[in-house]
């Protein structure tokens, strides 16, 4: 069965480095979504992507996050400072254009120290 | 984007015993979906149930719906160990490009 995979799997990063995650849908899937998930809580959108646009990326701390999609396949979602509250697990996810359900990688798990 | 709130937060049950999570919404939806989360892991599809349909099973699931209430309630039967997870619904108004916003879950722990 098609996976969404992400890597790195685990990351510890000191307070003010650059960390960066990376996503490879499902092939054929147009739509990527990253979300956040503080421990505890339910995951938080960060931007959504439909081919290589942003569709959507409110809540995405610009000053410190960026993401991108360049060819519309696997993208790569940077922190540059991190600091001790981006301590959480980011999960990318794809869908397919008319598709209803989502399918999740199993995530990245960021520690800041 | 409308967000699902999930309830209860937390539900603990014997293994053998049936499980059973809410989920309320505030606007129309086109469909809802329930997801699990297993702990460390990403969420994985379990079943979408359509705004025209008020009940649907999938193997010892079942999803019912009421749009008149704006709720759906997943339950889980004869609950095993495994079934211990995280369980979150999404609501979808349409087809089109929305994006879910999830609520906080409940957290089901089942006990061998």
């Known amino acids: 069965e098609a996976e969404v995979a992400q890597s790195p799997r685990y990351k510890i990063t000191e307070k003010s480095q650059a960390v960066a995650f990376w996503c490879d849908p499902i092939?054929?899937?147009?739509?990527l979504y990253w979300y956040r998930q503080i421990l505890g809580q339910g995951p938080e959108l960060l931007v959504q992507f439909q081919d290589e646009s942003v569709v959507d990326d409110s809540q995405l701390p610009k000053d410190r996050f960026s993401a991108e999609r360049l060819k519309g396949v696997d993208s790569t979602l940077k922190i540059q400072p991190a600091e001790l509250g981006d301590s959480a697990m980011y999960l990318c996810?794809?869908?397919?254009?008319?598709?209803?359900?989502?399918?999740f990688g199993s995530g990245t798990r960021l520690t800041v120290v | 984007s409308q967000q699902g709130e999930e309830d209860p937060q937390a539900l603990s049950i014997q293994e053998g015993e049936n499980a059973t999570m809410n989920c309320s919404y505030k606007t129309s939806i086109n469909n809802l979906q329930w997801y699990r989360q297993n702990s460390g892991r990403g969420l994985v599809h379990l079943i979408l149930i359509r705004s025209n349909e008020r009940e649907k099973h999938s193997g010892r699931l079942r999803v019912t719906l009421d749009t008149s209430k704006k709720s759906s309630s997943l339950l889980i039967t004869a609950s095993r160990a495994a079934d211990t997870a995280s369980y979150f619904c999404a609501p979808r108004r349409d087809n089109y490009g929305q994006n879910f916003v999830f609520g906080p879950g409940t957290r089901l722990s089942v006990l061998p």
């Open positions: 996810a794809s869908s397919a254009t008319g598709n209803y359900g989502y399918t």
């Open positions: 092939s054929g899937h147009a739509t």
